[in-house]
């Protein structure tokens, strides 16, 4: 079923990115469409993260013991990757849904709109270290006020959490210079034989970002 659901999700984004590219010459109609669509894609993502921290705290009140409470854990593990890959998703559609909305529909009620989902997946970021404790209550860990935090977030990983945490950056920082040369080829190419040219490339970069972030959490979920 999750599966599915990704399938689903990819190709709405796709057909909607797609669709967006390619009509962007009826600039208010199209670019309407791609913001709601866009809200709408982001609320789904919000929901699936709030989904995420229920159950977490659902299984942090319940007693397991033996091989059950190391499944329990690992359950823990994978959904609070996927509330990080949800929430960061959501944070960078609803930057996507903004700018657009901005530029191109100058609607403000899809931009208010957008702006509220911006502040809502904002939180949901800002809440990821408190749900993290709650994954791991044995760690104390830093704040995230503090000027050291990456240092100290890593310093309390153990030696396989480590291995991931770098598998994961190295492949990501891979994938990161391959998007980023095709972004600006494409970029250049549309800059030169069209108009919209600040329009696509928001767009081509908040692709990148969402891209690599997810490359990045998927590879640590599924170690």
């Known amino acids: 079923m999750k599966l599915i659901l990704k399938f689903i999700i990819g190709g709405f984004v796709g057909f909607v990115v797609a669709y967006a590219l390619m009509n962007f010459s009826e ?7 791609t913001v709601i669509s866009l809200i709408g894609i982001s609320i789904i993502l919000i929901v699936m993260s709030i989904f995420r921290i229920q159950k977490i705290k659902s299984l942090n009140i319940q007693q397991f013991s033996g ?11 994978k959904l ?23 530029i191109t529909t100058k609607n403000v009620i899809l931009t208010i709109a957008a702006l509220i989902l911006l502040i809502i997946t ?14 791991y209550p044995d760690r104390k860990l830093p704040s995230t006020s503090d000027s050291d935090y990456a240092q100290k977030v890593l310093d309390l990983a153990d ?10 950056l190295f492949k990501s920082q891979g ?4 998007s980023l040369i095709f972004a600006i080829a494409l970029s250049t190419v549309h800059s030169v034989s069209g108009e919209d040219s ?16 997810s490359r990045y959490l998927l590879v640590i979920r599924n170690r």
């Open 27 to 33: 600039i208010d109609f199209s670019g309407e469409i």
């Open 67 to 77: 091989d059950e409470e190391d499944e329990v854990e690992d359950q823990k593990y």
């Open 80 to 102: 609070f990757a996927d509330y990080s890959l949800f929430a960061n998703s959501s944070f960078v559609l609803s930057i996507l849904a903004l700018s657009i909305s901005m």
């Open 122 to 135: 904002y939180l949901l970021l800002h809440f990821m270290t408190s749900l993290m404790q709650k994954v």
């Open 159 to 168: 030696d396989g959490e480590k291995h991931v945490i770098l598998d994961g």
């Open 175 to 178: 994938l990161l210079n391959i």
């Open 198 to 213: 600040q329009t696509f490339s928001i767009i081509l970069m908040a692709v990148v970002l969402l891209v690599v972030n």
